[in-house]
């Protein structure tokens, strides 16, 4: 049984913290940028600390999206929510696995239970399993009755389930594509810089979780490298559209410091691009 | 109003006059940068098309339509008249911009300065600007409060950039500035006083990998939002790398690993922990 704290937060969000676009040169200001928001934040038992949402081997930056979820096929989990945000419901609702009704995190006004409804100040169990076909990544999201604005504003995270025997990877770089205020988001954040810098070594596994959240579909392209679709088919860019997911995996052989990016193009101009770093053994 | 304290260390006015300049519009894929932008009455506005898509500029107040020009090409026009005038790339939807035309230009620091810091203007003024006068907005109208002259000694060798004048102004609290001429005003230009204390900082020698950052504001000021920044290549520019609440000594501390090397500031921020009221020197972090 696999316990995880997670809590939906009040907290102040920057889109793009150095102030600009690197690549082309254009400057925002705060008030541009900065805006009020939620997020979902992992917690250590009974809500008492918070913690980092992502290991910092990974990702340097945190808070978007919500705590990267571990799982193996086979485990059940109990996801401990407590809604701290003192002016709207929340609730977490999850992909992937299997659950009862009472579970599913979503608002059905006479039938859903407090799961998907989750009060200002409430607590919810959610009770998961992950099954044979739960091997994958996934996302989560808040399914209450304000999840239209809190979707917006990044109340979302990710499910990574391995199967049974499965190896772990050295890297696990979780990618969330989301329109965000007027820009276009890779983890809640626009532009070079300010997007996350992945880090690898020549060598290792790297495995990317992709995902897509909002009304648009997105391509996701990384520069200097490919993987194989489950056909044997190689491929360098990928498509997802509202709350698909999928993850990519190799071993890492190309140093040098790379770009990912949405390759559509428009949303490419407005920040949806990164930088993917990877250094010599 | 005395309560702008604002000083003068100008001369005489001998404007050399300013040459016409070109000034770049960079044309991208969906959107012009700068957006909205001032030139003096008889700059080249050049617009480049920096996009892997065709544009074209039509600024229709203006007289003006560059007709299509592709990827990697530029095109230009010269205004010689003030005014606003906005335009529009016919071939994007929403892509628009405007090029104001004035008489003069006023800059200067484009950030927060202390109060009561001394602050440099420059003015760009064409040739037979006549006399130029800076005015600063009293609450009750603009009063002049400085002349501007051209640069004292020049730069290190002596050079004077012609056509720029130059004022130094003392500026107590956020006051708007013009510059004025027979042939009328500049854009207003507002410099804004910052609300945060001055920050001194002070980094350790590294131990076991770690090394602390302190830094202490002057006046006292509990409670005020510092955070520290690091210049990352990485980053394309100055990185929030930690933030922390002023203590009762008007002290914090932070701790950082590795980044030797490394330019470091801290700044003190607004509510949203963006804003920035004011900044310390810039130190780098040694070997």
């Known amino acids: 049984m696999r316990h995880e704290w997670v809590a939906a937060v009040p907290t102040t969000w920057n889109i793009v913290p150095n102030g600009r676009d690197g690549i082309m040169g254009d400057t925002y200001e705060p008030a541009q940028t900065v805006f009020p928001t939620v997020v979902y934040r992992r917690f250590t038992k009974r809500w008492r600390r918070p913690l980092r949402n992502a290991p910092v081997a990974s990702v340097d930056h945190d808070m978007i999206p919500g705590p990267l979820l571990h799982a193996r096929v086979g485990d059940r989990l109990r996801i401990h929510f407590k809604n701290k945000d003192p002016n709207a419901p929340h609730s977490m609702h999850f992909h992937g696995v299997h659950y009862r009704p009472g579970s599913d995190g979503s608002y059905i006004p006479g039938f859903s239970g407090r799961g998907g409804n989750v009060k200002p100040g409430q607590t919810f169990t959610y009770k998961l399993d992950a099954g044979p076909d739960s091997a994958g990544v996934w996302p989560y999201h808040d399914h209450s009755p304000s999840m239209h604005e809190s979707l917006a504003g990044g109340l979302w995270g990710a499910l990574s389930i391995r199967g049974r025997h499965e190896r772990r990877p050295d890297r696990e770089f979780v990618t969330v594509f989301a329109a965000m205020q007027d820009f276009q988001t890779i983890n809640g954040r626009a532009f070079v810089g300010n997007t996350p810098i992945y880090r690898a070594r020549v060598g290792d596994r790297v495995q990317w979780d992709v995902l897509a959240i909002g009304d648009e579909h997105h391509t996701f392209h990384v520069h200097g490298h490919r993987w194989r679709t489950p056909a044997g088919v190689p491929e360098d860019t990928r498509t997802l559209g509202p709350a698909e997911s999928f993850r990519v995996s190799w071993r890492e052989d190309a140093p040098g410091t790379w770009l990912y990016h949405c390759h559509v193009e428009q949303h490419m101009a407005k920040g949806m691009i990164g930088i993917y770093q990877v250094s010599p053994r | ?287």
């Open chain 2, 1 to 287: 109003m005395r309560a702008l304290a604002t000083a003068l260390l100008a001369l005489l006015v001998l404007a050399a006059p300013a040459q016409a300049e070109s000034i770049f519009v960079s044309a991208g894929t969906s959107s012009f940068a700068p957006r909205e932008l001032d030139v003096l009455v008889g700059d080249t506005v050049v617009w480049r098309n920096n996009s892997l898509k065709t544009h074209n500029v039509q600024a229709e107040s203006a007289g003006y339509d560059s007709g299509r020009f592709a990827p990697r090409s530029a095109v230009n026009h010269v205004f010689p008249a003030t005014g606003v005038f906005p335009y529009v790339c016919t071939i994007h939807d929403g892509m628009t911009g405007q090029i104001g035309v004035f008489p003069l230009l006023l800059g200067g620091p484009g950030r927060p300065v202390q109060p009561g810091a001394f602050v440099a203007l420059h003015v760009r003024a064409p040739e037979a600007a006549g006399q130029v006068t800076i005015e600063a907005d009293t609450g009750a109208g603009y009063q002049p409060v400085a002349v501007p002259g051209p640069a004292e000694g020049g730069g290190h060798d002596g050079h004077v950039e012609p056509g720029t004048l130059h004022a130094n102004v003392v500026v107590a609290q956020t006051t708007s500035y013009r510059a004025v001429s027979a042939s009328g005003a500049s854009p207003e230009l507002r410099v804004e006083v910052s609300a945060g204390p001055a920050l001194s900082l002070t980094a350790a020698r590294p131990r076991a990998g770690r090394r602390l950052i302190d830094v202490r504001a002057r006046p006292a000021s509990p409670g005020t939002r510092v955070v520290l920044e690091l210049r990352l290549r990485e980053r394309f520019g100055w990185w929030p790398a930690a933030r922390a609440r002023l203590d009762r000594r008007s002290h914090a501390r932070f701790t950082i690993r590795g980044h030797a090397g490394v330019p470091v500031r801290v700044v003190t921020v607004g509510p949203d922990w963006a804003t920035v009221l004011s900044q310390s020197r810039v130190l780098r972090l040694r070997r």
